[in-house]
């Protein structure tokens, strides 16, 4: 397993991190986590050199974090321990994010007072003193758009106590990331990228390159589509977020031949490497400039094991090429 900085904070992380929105379960994901098995997925990646580990109190309403915290207890020393805040579900503080998520409504606040009472609840859940990287789950936005000056104070004050180690962002745009940076150290940034989904490429992720800010992507597998194991026969309830064809219109049956045609067409190279298709992806993923992490999920131990390989894949640079060449060929979904 490779290792990597978070920016400036001295924070060593594994470039492969394991991402736990799935574990939190849920309708979105048409089934209920098991969580011994997911117990098991986390101990077999850190077990297998992963250290980071990513969650958040809205993946499952806490129940990520609880079921991670049940995970590491004992071994706290050996994990690099990320989770959120800023979307809230306690009552009508903050402006409207989602109106029914889960059976909740959201709302995005990062308003001192409910991120006070946020990063309590995440400690208590993890059962931890401590968050090595606290991140800013999605930006605030109007009517109550909290001044990023005010949320930032707020969470240099939660360093200045101790109770986090670094700072982070989540899903901003350059104008916000510039903002949070002028407002005191942010270790990384977190946003979506994959081979489908190359948006960045454009502007944050040079932009991190240059200002040495650690960048964890997620989705890069793009919620199991490139693992090459969702096939035409696969249903996807209307609750689960692989159905929303705004989120990923390539999981649209029109258009999944053309996802498994492009996977087909890497059969070489899986063999070359002798890896799979996943490991493969997210190989090429963290080759990309300006990718430092890339958090990947895990249902279970296999998978988790399946992803940390990926960890000491060096692709060669015309083999990174030739997938690029792939993915550009392959155009937009329909």
Not at 203 to 218: E, Q, R, V
Not at 281 to 295: D, N, S
Request: negative net charge; charged residues 25%.
């Amino acid at each position: 397993m490779k290792f990597g900085k978070l920016g400036a904070s001295g924070i060593e992380a594994s470039i492969i991190g394991l991402g736990t929105w799935v574990t939190g379960g849920g309708r979105i994901w048409g089934e209920e986590p098991d969580d011994a098995e997911s117990i098991r997925a986390i101990h077999a990646s850190m077990d297998h050199g992963v250290n980071l580990i990513d969650t958040a109190p809205l993946y499952g309403f806490g129940h990520s974090e609880k079921v991670v915290g049940q995970a590491i207890k004992g071994r706290r020393d050996q994990v690099i321990l990320a989770t959120k805040c800023g979307l809230w579900h306690a009552d009508a503080r903050g402006s409207l994010f989602v109106e029914d998520f889960d059976g909740h409504t959201v709302y995005r606040s990062l308003r001192p007072d409910t991120i006070a009472i946020e990063i309590q609840d995440s400690l208590r859940r993890l059962d931890t003193d401590y968050i090595d990287l606290y991140q800013v789950h999605w930006p605030a936005i109007p009517p109550e758009k909290t001044p990023i000056e005010e949320t930032m104070a707020c969470l240099n004050a939660l360093k200045d106590q101790g109770k986090i180690r670094a700072i982070g962002v989540s899903n901003v745009s350059m104008d916000e990331l510039e903002t949070y940076r002028s407002c005191g150290e942010i270790a990384s940034d977190q946003l979506r990228y994959s081979m489908l989904f190359r948006e960045p490429e454009a502007d944050i992720l040079p932009y991190c390159a240059k200002h040495d800010l650690a960048t964890l992507t997620y989705m890069s597998l793009e919620q199991g589509l490139l693992t090459g194991k969702v096939g035409l026969d696969r249903d996807f309830g209307e609750a689960e977020w692989r159905s929303n064809p705004d989120w990923n219109p390539w999981f649209k049956k029109a258009n999944r031949p053309k996802i498994l045609d492009l996977l087909a067409g890497w059969r070489g190279l899986t063999e070359k490497y002798n890896c799979s298709l996943a490991q493969l992806v997210i190989a090429w993923t963290a080759a990309q400039e300006g990718v430092t992490h890339v958090l990947c999920g895990a249902r279970t131990k296999q998978q988790a094991l399946d992803n940390v390989a990926a960890g000491s894949l060096e692709l060669e640079a015309d083999d990174i090429a030739k997938i690029r060449a792939d993915v550009v060929a392959l155009g937009a979904p329909r």
